[in-house]
């Protein structure tokens, strides 16, 4: 069996990801690692769990050979409205801690590297509808310029020194659990609201269309990709997607479970953030090379955000 070693594991997939890798490959093959202390749910679940800045390539380092690792799943990352609020810390984690992790993987001589890239590697000048998987990528966030970086990179050291890196473009990751700082986090905060409030202010404008999938989507594309056979990969990063909708979409979707929701629209920031980035994407690269296929179509996403956001606050919406 391999060995996993997973970064930012505390964040809103890593909370996922966790669990479902412990049981998929077993207590002893996963090592998760953070910045924080280690949570309840973790300690739970008895993972084991290390306090790891990407930053620090020594304490990286040693423990990929403490643990014998073979697969890095690299999630530490500043997000998109969260990088434009302080571009420096951005950059240190999201192109220093990806560097290190790059370096470690080559220097090491391990097995894989899997680091997410997002729809934000897009920008205003790429054809934004129906994106190709290899198009113009000029993005206007430092977010989505790390992106590129993290696929560019990894490419090269595929390339130069044979590493197998990985990457999916994700679009907004859709769960009932608190997103770290994204600009399609509106669509989550959106199903809080409307089950504790009735009502949200969303900080985009009520037609900017954007892609999405459901978490089991997102995990499920992670580790098709991981597991994939190397010879029958042509590409590196790939497009994947679940569905698209603007946010007066699921407004109207919510609707239909709770009559008096109402959403308010007051754009900010993010709006030009979301405006830059594809509204829907092309995934055929993913599906032929890797079988991809999402499982999660819009109806049902609602339902599932419906049913556990109101499982996670106590509250009923019924
Ligand atoms: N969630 C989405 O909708 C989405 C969409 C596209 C791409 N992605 C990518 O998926 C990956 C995981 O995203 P997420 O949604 O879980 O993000 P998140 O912000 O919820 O989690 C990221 C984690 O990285 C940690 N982190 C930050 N700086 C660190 C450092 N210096 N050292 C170690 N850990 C550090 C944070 O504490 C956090 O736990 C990221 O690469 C992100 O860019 C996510």
Redesign the pocket.
């Known amino acids: 069996m391999k060995r996993y070693f997973v970064?930012?594991?505390?964040?809103?997939?890593?909370?996922d990801l966790i669990p479902a890798m412990l049981e998929r490959y077993g207590k002893e093959n996963v090592v998760a690692?953070?910045?924080?202390k280690i949570n309840p749910t973790f300690k739970e679940l008895d993972v084991i769990y290390h306090r790891?800045?990407?930053?620090d390539h020594y304490g990286l380092r040693n423990l990929l050979v403490e643990y014998d690792i073979d697969i890095i799943l690299?999630?530490?990352?500043?997000?998109s409205a969260?990088g434009e609020k302080n571009p420096q810390l951005a950059h240190?984690?999201n192109f220093e801690?990806f560097y290190n992790v790059l370096e470690a993987t080559r220097e090491l001589n391990l097995e894989q590297l899997f680091?997410?890239?997002?729809?934000?590697a897009f920008g205003p000048t790429t054809p934004l509808v129906n994106t190709p998987n290899d198009t113009i990528m000029q993005p206007t966030t430092i977010?989505g310029i790390s992106?590129v970086y993290v696929e560019l990179m990894g490419e090269y050291y595929n390339k130069k020194y044979g590493l197998n890196f990985r990457s999916l473009?994700?679009?907004?990751?859709l769960a009932p659990s608190e997103?770290?700082?994204?600009t399609?986090?509106f669509a989550i905060w959106a199903v809080f609201e409307a089950i504790k409030n009735k009502k949200y202010e969303c900080f985009l404008s009520k037609d900017v269309r954007l892609p999405f999938m459901m978490m089991s989507d997102c995990l499920k594309s992670t580790f098709d990709l991981i597991e994939a056979p190397d010879d029958k990969l042509k590409h590196r990063s790939f497009n994947v997607t679940g569905m698209s909708f603007t946010p007066e979409e699921l407004a109207n979707a919510i609707k239909e479970y709770i009559p008096e929701f109402e959403m308010t629209y007051k754009p900010d920031f993010r709006d030009a953030i979301a405006r830059s980035w594809p509204q829907s994407l092309d995934d055929s690269a993913a599906r032929e090379e890797w079988d991809w296929n999402p499982e999660f179509p819009f109806d049902k996403m609602v339902i599932e955000m419906l049913d556990g956001v109101s499982e996670k606050l106590g509250i009923s919406y019924k």
């Open positions: 970064t930012g594991s505390y964040g809103q997939i890593g909370m690692t953070g910045r924080k790891l800045d990407v930053r690299h999630n530490a990352s500043v997000l969260t240190e984690i801690g680091a997410p890239s997002s729809i934000a977010y992106k473009r994700y679009p907004g990751v997103p770290g700082g994204g399609t986090d």
